[in-house]
């Protein structure tokens, strides 16, 4: 059942390191999951530099999806929202037509502390590209929850799978869940999506009688269910859902149109989109 193994390739941000899983060259998506970098585990000592900080930036045609196991990130953007997020909570932010955000390390920076979570974008379908944007936060209680007698322990961020719908507003469907594992611990991944994946963020894991360890993602084949079995206590974080159809993709850009990227590096280089009103004196200036 497996198509491809992807291992993440580490970036550096500037004193912040991260593994870029998707885009990957011969498999841009899985499903609507356009971007998928894991940040950390990186320990910081108090009083850390803001060199860390990701300055307000500009995007389109997407959701971003930051997901903690540690740590904690300061959201500030276009449409006024200033957003803490920790461990376990979910930060949706729909770019739609264009926003702009930041996200810091502000408290953290007083005490220091393990940095580790997922950064995903889930492209918008063509009827969404161009909506208004927005962003919504939750907390664990919109996320539903289940553990099994064996070992098993899940979270279902986003989406609609395993019987479960999370309190998140989404565009396509999709799903995107949050598995630990015990060693030893089974657990089954249904075929109910066409596309589907499973990313390693810690430990080891057997599928179909080979080991995969933390840094790899499995993209698998549509029709048949998958069955993990956990060689390490082991974090999965799976994802996918209906293809949105074919995207561009250029720096914090996406669309189903060159054209409209193009308009929005225009806009982003000439000054056109807005700083978030709570952090509005620095940014990132298009590569």
């Known amino acids: 059942m497996i198509d491809l193994v992807i291992d993440q390739r580490r970036r550096d941000l500037g004193g912040f390191e991260v593994g870029r899983v998707l885009p990957f060259a011969s498999h841009r998506m899985v499903g609507p999951f356009i971007f998928f970098d894991h940040m950390?585990?990186?320990?910081?000592e108090p009083g850390f530099g803001r060199e860390v900080d990701v300055r307000p930036h500009p995007h389109i045609g997407l959701s971003t999806v930051t997901y903690l196991f540690d740590g904690e990130i300061t959201h500030r953007d276009s449409v006024g929202a200033v957003q803490d997020i920790r461990p376990g909570e979910v930060n949706w932010m729909t770019a739609g037509r264009g926003?702009?955000?930041?996200?810091?390390?502000?408290?953290?920076?007083?005490?220091g502390g393990l940095m580790h979570g997922i950064q995903a974008w889930v492209a918008l379908p063509e009827a969404f590209e161009e909506t208004d944007p927005a962003f919504a936060h939750h907390g664990p209680d919109d996320l539903?929850?289940?553990?099994?007698p064996d070992g098993l322990w899940?979270?279902?961020i986003a989406g609609k799978a395993f019987g479960a719908e999370a309190r998140v507003k989404t565009h396509s469907p999709m799903f995107y869940v949050h598995w630990a594992l015990k060693?030893?611990?089974?657990?089954e991944l249904p075929a109910e999506y066409p596309e589907r994946a499973a990313y390693?963020?810690?430990g080891e894991v057997e599928v179909e009688g080979?080991?995969?360890?933390?840094?790899q993602m499995l993209v698998f084949k549509p029709g048949e269910p998958v069955l993990f079995t956990a060689v390490t206590p082991a974090i999965v974080m799976l994802l996918g859902g209906e293809p949105v159809g074919p995207r561009?993709?250029?720096?914090?850009?996406?669309?189903?149109?060159?054209e409209r990227i193009e308009q929005a590096k225009a806009d982003w280089r000439a000054g056109r989109m807005k700083l978030p009103d709570a952090d509005h004196d620095e940014f990132i200036p298009l590569p």
Do not use: C, Q
């Open 210 to 215: 080979r080991t995969y360890h933390a840094g």
């Open 154 to 156: 899940a979270r279902l």
């Open 144 to 148: 539903p929850t289940y553990e099994s």
């Open 40 to 44: 950390g585990p990186k320990s910081f």
């Open 183 to 187: 060693a030893g611990a089974r657990a």
């Open 248 to 258: 561009f993709i250029e720096w914090n850009f996406v669309a189903s149109s060159k």
């Open 200 to 202: 390693v963020a810690e």
């Open 99 to 111: 926003i702009t955000h930041s996200e810091r390390f502000d408290d953290m920076r007083k005490n």
